[in-house]
């Protein structure tokens, strides 16, 4: 088993819909869980930063942590063309090395 | 804004060949990272370091190798390139546990 799982996609939804992206895991001991955006042909950039549970907003993004069912969501308002793209969780065990253990990653088109 | 720079954004060699990649940050980061990433298998860790000289292994290293020589540059080295070591390479510094990405390096051994 993976210690994070996330559905590869892809995922194709209409213009102005709500989406939303999910990571399970099995590693109780993460603590910092992480967003990562990638367009095609590009490397990932930082989208989304969170702590332990709760939420994280952040204009069209809400980044939400349950760590009692290991799950994380990445949910975008609103979804533009500009959205598509693969989309990564990651996370870290802080007792550890300081290395990420990333999701497979989502391919998500917001259809205009 | 953080900056990471990769040598090449694509790469054509043959198998056989010594292949450099080289990733250069600019924010003074300990921590830097190598991966490869490929369809279907996400983001797979090759090596890594935290700090000059130092480099640890990461899930794959096998058929490459490292240096850090200086705090702001890594470079991958493939010995002698493989077919199966087709692939886009990413390089990534670390703040805390934010890793920031460089633009990848597609590279093609034939």
């Known amino acids: 088993q993976k210690e994070v799982e996330q559905d590869p996609g892809p995922l194709s939804v209409p213009e102005g819909a709500i989406v939303s992206l999910n990571c399970t895991y099995s590693n109780s001991a993460f603590q910092y869980f992480m967003w990562y955006r990638q367009y095609s042909r590009k490397g990932p950039e930082l989208l989304m930063y969170t702590y332990s549970s709760g939420n994280k907003e952040d204009g069209r993004f809400t980044a939400q942590v349950d760590k009692s069912s290991k799950y994380i969501s990445l949910f975008i308002r609103d979804s533009q063309p500009s959205d598509s793209a693969t989309y990564l969780c990651?996370?870290?065990?802080?007792?550890?090395?300081?290395?990420?253990?990333f999701g497979q990653g989502t391919r998500l088109t917001i259809n205009p | 804004d953080v900056k990471v720079t990769q040598s090449s954004r694509y790469l054509v060699k043959r198998t056989g060949e010594k292949v450099f990649l080289e990733c250069v940050q600019d924010m003074d980061h300990e921590n830097m990272f190598w991966y490869r990433q490929d369809p279907g298998l996400g983001l797979r860790l090759i090596y890594f370091?935290?700090?000059?000289?130092?480099?640890e292994k990461g899930d794959i290293p096998e058929g490459y190798s490292v240096s850090r020589e200086k705090k702001e540059r890594f470079s991958l080295i493939l010995e002698s390139a493989s077919t199966n070591q087709t692939s886009m390479y990413l390089c990534?510094?670390?703040?805390?546990?934010?890793?920031?990405f460089g633009p990848g390096t597609r590279l093609t051994v034939t």
């Open positions: 370091s935290y700090d000059v000289k130092m480099k």
């Open positions: 990534a510094c670390q703040n805390l546990y934010e890793q920031y």
């Open positions: 990651a996370m870290n065990d802080p007792r550890g090395a300081q290395k990420l253990v």
